[in-house]
């Protein structure tokens, strides 16, 4: 039996004692077994349980220096973890900067339009269900509150994924003067301050650059921020909507507005989860995104789809012109179209709706009304002017849905 010993309690072996007395005298630990002898007697056979002594990294040690504690050494059972702790922060998270890059660089868009034409070939029906009942164990989907739940009826995974619900499983709720546009977690709410939007807790974003540049006079200084109020004794607040791919798909209007522009922004399609949003600054402003601009009873809104990594598709009932992750785009481009002036044209081609009537202000949404859908989960913006005792009844990280409140005056 071999036993190793850190390099400072080694002492040379005197003749005459055997291995097991140098463990005995160093306080190693010794377990008796009993076994019975020829003679009927009971001997005991001493085994020393050893333990393997490694250096100490020289990372703990500067650890406990700066910490004023003492560095003890590690359980055998955690070393490896603790191993791997270190070798992730030396060699890992130093090159953080060059695997965003290196995962910007994807052909997100390539894979997203791909995984758009596999979406939309239609399955044998004997292999409907199979392929569904794994999506729905895989996501946690609950089917229970489709309008149809019998799987045969969806012929091909776009129809799966934008399935309609039953009319009855989200009640609008009338108290709240905003409620929920999607199914989905909360990731982050609250005030806009100094024209920057917090994607998650940390990191943020450019209001300018998420919304695009907005007409202003020549000698005017204010911040972007204060060109979108209307006025000074209100404020700019914000909500981020995550939804998951078991999620509900579909986007619903949060309150009664009109909707005077559309600006569509081609870009990346990185993937808008959560744990990516807070390793890449401004994520919302490298993808692509539609953003639903106009008025509501206190001012600016705005409503903006996200698109994501295999959720190249985002649309919009009441714009059939609205073509998103085309092959070839500007970066840094965005198109614009303005609702003002539109009439019948508008209305006649929102199909499964939301519209509640045109007019020469633009197109107006009931509270509630259906506006779009995505291909997969993504993310929802709300942009909103409002009073400023104007309060959230909301939690990070809060699970919400469809017509649930969102905040009140």
């Given at each position: 039996m071999v036993s190793f010993f850190h390099p400072r309690r080694l002492v040379a072996r005197r003749g005459g004692r055997n291995l097991l007395r140098q463990v005995r005298r160093r306080g190693h630990t010794t377990d008796g077994e009993k076994e019975r002898d020829g003679g009927g007697g009971v001997r005991t056979r001493r085994t020393a349980r050893f333990r393997l002594q490694v250096p100490r990294l020289a990372f703990r040690r500067r650890v406990s220096t700066l910490s004023g504690s003492v560095c003890r050494p590690t359980p055998w059972r955690r070393r490896p973890i603790a191993f791997l702790c270190y070798v992730l922060s030396a060699?890992?998270?130093?090159?953080?900067?060059?695997?965003?890059?290196?995962?910007?660089?994807?052909?997100?868009?390539?894979?997203?339009?791909?995984?758009?034409?596999?979406?939309?070939?239609?399955?044998?029906?004997?292999?409907?269900?199979?392929?569904?009942?794994?999506?729905?164990?895989?996501?946690?989907?609950?089917?229970?509150?489709?309008?149809?739940?019998?799987?045969?009826?969806?012929?091909?995974?776009?129809?799966?994924?934008?399935?309609?619900?039953?009319?009855?499983?989200?009640?609008?709720?009338?108290?709240?003067?905003?409620?929920?546009?999607?199914?989905?977690?909360?990731?982050?709410?609250?005030?806009?301050?100094?024209?920057?939007?917090?994607?998650?807790?940390?990191?943020?974003?450019?209001?300018?650059?998420?919304?695009?540049?907005?007409?202003?006079?020549?000698?005017?200084?204010?911040?972007?921020?204060?060109?979108?109020?209307?006025?000074?004794?209100?404020?700019?607040?914000?909500?981020?909507?995550?939804?998951?791919?078991?999620?509900?798909?579909?986007?619903?209007?949060?309150?009664?507005?009109?909707?005077?522009?559309?600006?569509?922004?081609?870009?990346?399609?990185?993937?808008?989860?959560?744990?990516?949003?807070?390793?890449?600054?401004?994520?919302?402003?490298?993808?692509?995104?539609?953003?639903?601009?106009?008025?509501?009873?206190?001012?600016?809104?705005?409503?903006?789809?996200?698109?994501?990594?295999n959720v190249g598709s985002i649309r919009v009932y009441f714009d059939q012109e609205l073509q998103t992750n085309a092959p070839r785009y500007s970066k840094g481009s965005f198109h614009d179209r303005s609702y003002v002036a539109l009439h019948e044209q508008v209305l006649n081609a929102s199909g499964e709706g939301g519209v509640a009537s045109v007019d020469g202000g633009g197109v107006a949404l009931q509270k509630g009304a259906a506006v779009g859908e995505f291909n997969l989960g993504s993310t929802i913006v709300l942009l909103f002017e409002a009073p400023k005792d104007f309060s959230f009844n909301l939690q990070p990280g809060q699970r919400i849905r469809v017509g649930e409140g969102l905040g009140s005056l």
């Open positions: 060699s890992v998270v130093r090159p953080l900067a060059k695997r965003v890059a290196l995962y910007r660089s994807f052909p997100t868009r390539l894979l997203s339009r791909a995984w758009g034409r596999l979406n939309g070939v239609e399955l044998p029906t004997w292999l409907r269900k199979p392929v569904y009942s794994l999506y729905i164990w895989t996501f946690g989907v609950n089917m229970q509150e489709a309008a149809v739940e019998d799987l045969h009826h969806y012929r091909n995974l776009s129809e799966f994924f934008c399935r309609r619900l039953k009319p009855a499983v989200r009640p609008l709720c009338a108290s709240s003067c905003l409620i929920s546009p999607a199914d989905g977690k909360i990731l982050h709410f609250g005030r806009v301050k100094n024209s920057e939007v917090e994607q998650v807790k940390g990191v943020t974003y450019s209001l300018e650059n998420f919304l695009g540049p907005r007409k202003r006079q020549s000698n005017d200084s204010s911040s972007f921020r204060d060109l979108l109020l209307s006025s000074p004794e209100n404020d700019l607040f914000h909500v981020v909507v995550y939804l998951a791919p078991g999620d509900y798909h579909c986007f619903h209007s949060p309150t009664d507005w009109k909707v005077e522009l559309r600006r569509h922004f081609p870009g990346s399609l990185m993937s808008v989860n959560p744990g990516v949003a807070r390793l890449v600054k401004e994520l919302f402003c490298l993808n692509e995104r539609v953003a639903l601009t106009g008025l509501w009873q206190h001012g600016f809104f705005s409503l903006t789809a996200v698109g994501a990594t």
